[in-house]
């Protein structure tokens, strides 16, 4: 079987297991509060129901309170206890589970009834809603598996057959009726259709497929019949990656992780150490054992790690999480520590800040001629190029409404790197370069009075320049408020292109960039990277995975835009933006910022309490139930839901 096969039956069984485990901690839950309830009422009306006989093991008079307690306090402590001793024996460390047993046990034994009962019924709701919280940001991605179609109807030889989706092949043909999801990654060859992607991408809107347009397996056709060319098995689709990198993602920890990892493998055995002294040593020199015997119960409780060594895991998860459920897969809690410290943001121009689109932009003419005309008679030619600036020019003829396909064109002759020529309407038309328009013995002279930019598309008709195009690539809409949000946050911004340094420079102003680097190369865009991280420690880079990849590994954290290449990008960079959205990186500082706020304030929090606490419990000023309550449960509880606050920021 397939590993990302095996992964995704794994993510069913886990959470079969996950719901089945906190079913039993509320059965328990809901057992000990009725015992508690019931001995306190038995207590207060019948003074615990006598029983007229004396408890032979604890020497005592038996009532129904005291068997009440004894019987269900000892059971669910064993059971706990197993758990505890388990852990023990098998990882070679003291768990929650052991340590509460042994306090609830220990309370038991010192007749203190009420504590002992309370201390497991606070632990059990405790694990109750500690699962229930970090199986919500599970769940957030996890559920993406549970949209993935089981079946897929193939079309072979004209007829439709329904079978399973492991067992369609790339380039097979699939049909998507409306209401479906698409079972499968492929690319639509018939139909068009509105499709919801806020499953992959997170965009509210659906979006509209037509001929030639890349769908996404687990999203939702709603209005049309779309025919789909599949291209990825169903292991290798774009929701499968993004579910693997996540869950994955839990493997590369963040340093505070680690550091609170080898912490507690410290702490826990020093306070243990701590209780064993207090219930051995102790009564030895005041000579009360129930006292310092219950005082080390309560430093048992308090030396439980989980309040500070779940909370940072579960915030850097809730973080990862949050951000894929808005389109932008993080690769692990690393990178938000990283990003967090990221003082300078460095931008590619084509691709990233631009949509790497040319838009013809001003028509400059001369003599007086029209400047439609020559719009129209160059689109004329340009029609039958491929070109970039083809495609430009060709756009903004149809957009101001020109018949240029009306016109007669003959003799079409493209020469690569300079231009297109031929005959429209009979008349010659050339579109191109400088040193196009000097092989044919035009006089440039003309040229000198305007910008090197307009200057490189000229349009000549009946051997006369009549005109010259100027084309700019186009800044992405959100471009602006991207970089204005990232200053106001105090992160420098620097812009790197291979373009010419005017152009360069007339997008930053625009954009507001601080800085920006003209006419580089790929080795340029990673000498200026390792320049920067030396000057401003973390530097993060945002490129689009391809011509970007040696300046985005050479970056502390590497940010690829995914729209024009999802696969690369998810191999290529440490953080992917799945839908192109440049808002995205603000809003990605701003989460890790305060996701490693938040897993500091866990910790020192956690830990405070735990050190007030266990003084106190020391000195016998607090009760077992209290420690339980404030010291581990309650403070966890506390840290998990702060931590939750994650899931609901915004920029």
Request: glycine share 8%; proline share 3%.
């Amino acid at each position: 079987m397939n590993k990302n096969v095996e992964k995704h039956e794994t993510l069913e069984i886990r959470e079969r297991h996950g719901e089945e485990e906190r079913e039993i901690w509320i059965f328990i839950a809901i057992g000990l509060g009725f015992t508690i309830f019931l001995s306190i009422l038995l207590d207060r009306l019948f003074e615990g129901i006598p029983l007229g006989f004396i408890i032979p093991v604890l020497n005592e008079p038996a009532t129904v309170t005291s068997i009440l307690y004894h019987i269900v306090v000892f059971v669910v402590g064993i059971y706990v206890g197993y758990m505890g001793l388990k852990e023990l024996v098998v990882e070679k460390r003291f768990s929650v589970e052991f340590l509460m047993s042994v306090a609830a046990l220990g309370a038991l034994y010192l007749d203190f009834l009420f504590e002992g009962a309370t201390v497991l019924l606070l632990y059990s709701l405790s694990e109750y809603f500690e699962d229930y919280i970090e199986d919500r940001a599970r769940k957030t991605v996890e559920r993406l598996s549970k949209y993935m179609p089981d079946q897929a109807i193939v079309l072979e030889n004209g007829s439709e057959k329904t079978i399973h989706v492991k067992d369609v092949k790339p380039g097979m043909t699939i049909l998507v009726k409306p209401g479906e999801r698409i079972p499968l990654d492929g690319v639509v060859i018939d139909g068009s259709s509105y499709v919801d992607q806020s499953l992959v991408t997170g965009e509210s809107v659906p979006v509209f497929k037509k001929m030639g347009d890349t769908v996404y397996a687990g999203t939702l056709n709603t209005d049309g019949v779309l025919k789909i060319n599949v291209t990825k098995k169903a292991e290798e689709t774009l929701v499968s990656r993004i579910v693997n990198l996540v869950l994955e993602s839990r493997e590369r920890k963040a340093s505070i992780e680690r550091l609170i990892d080898k912490f507690a493998r410290v702490y826990v055995p020093i306070v243990v150490s701590l209780a064993a002294f207090t219930a051995i040593v102790m009564p030895r020199i005041t000579g009360s054992f129930e006292i310092w015997f219950y005082r080390s119960l309560i430093l048992l409780v308090v030396s439980c790690p989980s309040a500070f060594v779940v909370s940072v895991p579960a915030t850097m998860f809730t973080a990862i999480t949050a951000a894929a459920r808005k389109g932008v897969i993080i690769k692990g809690g690393v990178y938000i520590e990283k990003m967090a410290r990221v003082k300078t943001m460095v931008f590619d121009k084509t691709g990233t800040l631009t949509l790497g689109k040319l838009k013809l932009s001003e028509i400059h003419t001369f003599n007086g001629h029209d400047g439609k005309q020559a719009l129209l008679y160059a689109a004329a030619l340009e029609q039958y190029s491929n070109h970039p600036v083809a495609e430009a020019i060709v756009n903004k003829a149809l957009e101001d409404g020109l018949e240029f396909r009306e016109l007669e064109v003959k003799e079409v002759r493209e020469i690569p790197g300079k231009g297109i020529l031929g005959l429209v309407n009979g008349t010659q038309v050339i579109v191109g370069n400088k040193e196009l328009l000097k092989e044919y013995g035009f006089d440039l002279e003309v040229l000198n009075k305007i910008s090197e930019r307009h200057a490189r598309i000229i349009v000549s008709i009946n051997n006369s320049i009549i005109a010259t195009f100027c084309v700019k690539d186009v800044v992405r809409e959100d471009a602006i408020e991207a970089v204005k949000t990232l200053k106001a946050y105090g992160v420098r911004t620097v812009m790197l292109t291979g373009d010419k340094t005017e152009v360069a420079e007339e997008i930053a102003k625009k954009l507001g960039i601080n800085e920006f680097y003209g006419d580089l190369l790929p080795e340029d865009k990673l000498r200026i990277v390792d320049k920067l991280r030396a000057k401003d420690s973390l530097v993060a880079m945002v490129g689009d995975g391809v011509n970007d990849a040696p300046a985005l590994a050479a970056s502390d954290v590497g940010i690829a835009m995914g729209g024009g290449g999802v696969d690369v990008a998810l191999e290529s960079a440490d953080i992917v933006l799945v839908k192109d959205e440049l808002i995205q990186i603000p809003y990605i500082y701003k989460l890790s910022d305060k996701a490693v706020k938040i897993a500091k304030q866990n910790i020192v929090a956690s830990l405070g309490t735990k050190l007030i606490l266990g003084a106190l419990g020391f000195l016998g000023l607090i009760p077992l139930w209290f420690a339980v309550a404030t010291g581990d449960d309650g403070v966890t509880l506390l840290l998990l839901l702060n931590t939750l606050r994650l899931a609901k920021m915004k920029i």
